[in-house]
């Protein structure tokens, strides 16, 4: 479906710059409104798709209370290594330690999506995963890749570079899952909504 014959207005309930370059680039027109929820930095169940399911269920109620009609899109993203979240990094020290874990290995990045239908409060929810490789990194090219201060706000310490990134390759699922917003997946299920608007 052409994203501008969608029949409901969309809100992107996120601070991300790469979810916002996601929804241009495949020409929604949408509003921006943080939900500005505090994230845990574990996952409660143990369980990765659980954890990026409920912030992103959780993010979407934050948003719905402000929006009296149009269908908010709200997304988390978190890498996963040997049962453990990899979030966001607190500070440079800590985007370092994060990276060191990653490099030479394939991490699970998983995205949980949430669209939440204003009036009528319907909700879909789904979650997606990618398979992501770091090339082994010498301390030199971890300094290089920290003093460019791309990993701040980014869970996995990373923001993936379109079309190609020195250090990352995508070796199952998306790309633009990656980045933090399935576009695939999400055009299906706002066709999906439109049908039943």
């Known amino acids: 479906m052409d994203p501008a014959q969608l029949p409901f207005r969309l809100i992107l309930a ?5 979810r ?3 929804m241009e680039q495949a020409g929604y027109t949408f509003e921006v409104q943080p939900s500005n929820i505090d994230e845990p930095t574990e996952a409660r169940l143990g369980d990765c798709r659980h954890y990026v399911s409920e912030l992103a269920w959780l993010k979407a109620a ?11 899109i ?26 060191r874990s990653l490099a030479g290995t394939v991490h699970e990045l ?13 909700q879909l929810c789904w979650q997606e995963r990618s398979l992501v490789r ?5 301390e030199a090219d971890i300094d290089a890749y920290l003093h460019t201060r791309k990993w701040e706000g980014c869970s996995g ?6 079309p190609h990134d020195p250090y990352l390759t995508v070796e199952e699922g998306s790309v633009s ?18 049908q039943i608007h």
């Open 157 to 162: 310490a990373y923001a993936i570079e379109i």
């Open 110 to 122: 998983w995205t949980g999506v949430c669209l939440w239908r204003r009036p009528g409060d319907w």
């Open 177 to 194: 899952n990656v980045v933090g917003l399935p576009m695939e997946s999400l055009a299906k299920a706002l066709a999906w909504l439109a």
């Open 134 to 138: 770091m090339k082994p990194l010498r």
């Open 62 to 72: 934050a948003v719905a209370p402000r929006v009296a009609d149009g269908v908010i």
């Open 74 to 99: 709200a997304a988390d993203t978190v890498g996963w290594l040997n049962g453990q979240v990899i979030g966001k990094p607190t500070d440079e020290a800590d985007a370092r330690r994060i990276i």
């Open 14 to 18: 996120s601070h991300s710059s790469g």
């Open 20 to 22: 916002r370059w996601l």
